[in-house]
């Protein structure tokens, strides 16, 4: 079972490309409560066949970019995109706790370039996210801008969703032990179980 997180997904209208391996897209958060993340949706479209996609769950610098450090990471196909748009998940191949009032931010990269490639839409005139904003470089991380300069104001469309963690049930009173049974024999319109 997932649910879902912070999000955003109002305002979509314009859109970001993502061509060259060393461009990437965006998006810092503030969770407002604490969660075991599981997936990422990005609203978008693919041109072509750009292939392999990565998305990167970091920590956040002092001046709010990505600092450079994994927490966790996903890899999603986006030849399977539409050439219209809509809502792609990348599931994160682990799925560490975030904390409730930490920033980070999630980074989204080209595996390869040269052969298509995908666009993200994001909020570039009326953006309320609070817990953060959309950024971008266009050379690997070595420099990190504001949409149009727009004092980081703009906001990608995306959700976040956390995996649940399996919570044992109540011990019953009698014995203060898990009582479960299993089906051992069927015979002659009888069916017999044994407690474990």
């Not at 209208?13 to 391996?21: E, K, L």
């Not at 980074?107 to 950024?135: C, E, H, P, Q, W």
Request: glycine share 10%.
């Amino acid at each position: 079972m997932s649910t879902k997180y912070e999000y955003y997904d109002s305002g979509d209208d314009a859109g970001f490309g993502v061509s060259q391996i060393d461009d990437w897209p965006c998006q810092s958060f503030t969770p407002a409560t604490s969660f075991k993340i599981g997936s990422i949706k990005i609203y978008g479209r693919r041109t072509n066949t750009p292939g392999n996609i990565t998305v990167h769950v970091q920590g956040v610098d002092g001046d709010g970019n990505p600092d450079g450090t994994d927490i966790c990471s996903g890899t999603h196909d986006a030849d399977t995109w539409d050439l219209t748009d809509g809502w792609h998940e990348i599931t994160m191949s682990t799925s560490p706790t975030l904390s409730a009032g930490t920033q980070y931010a999630f980074v989204i990269k080209l595996v390869a370039a040269g052969s298509g490639s995908i666009t993200v839409r994001y909020d570039n005139s009326s953006a309320t996210f609070s817990g953060g904003n959309m950024m971008y470089t266009y050379d690997g991380g070595s420099n990190w801008y504001n949409r149009a300069g727009l004092e980081k104001e703009d906001d990608m469309l995306f959700e976040l969703w956390g995996v649940e963690a399996w919570t044992a049930p109540t011990p019953t009173a009698e014995n203060n032990m898990y009582t479960m049974r299993r089906l051992v024999a069927a015979a002659k319109s009888q069916i017999y179980y044994e407690d474990e």
